[in-house]
């Protein structure tokens, strides 16, 4: 299956969904972060956005 270049953003911009590779980008550069540290934040705190801006902020 083929990556559709249409998708930039996320389909439900309260959650982290990272298996979709277009949501990872879009997080990564939004929270300005690499994959690694957004998956150990969503590891550590959940896919809600909110809940990894804190994680994030806190700086575990």
Do not use: C, H
Request: charged share 25%.
């Amino acid at each position: 299956m083929s990556d559709d270049k249409t998708k930039t953003g996320p389909q439900d911009a309260s959650r982290i969904n990272m298996s979709e590779e277009y949501e990872v980008r879009y997080w990564t550069k939004t929270l300005g972060v690499s994959a690694d540290v957004l998956q150990q934040a969503v590891n550590e705190a959940g896919p809600s956005v909110e809940k990894v801006r804190a994680f994030l902020a806190s700086g575990s």
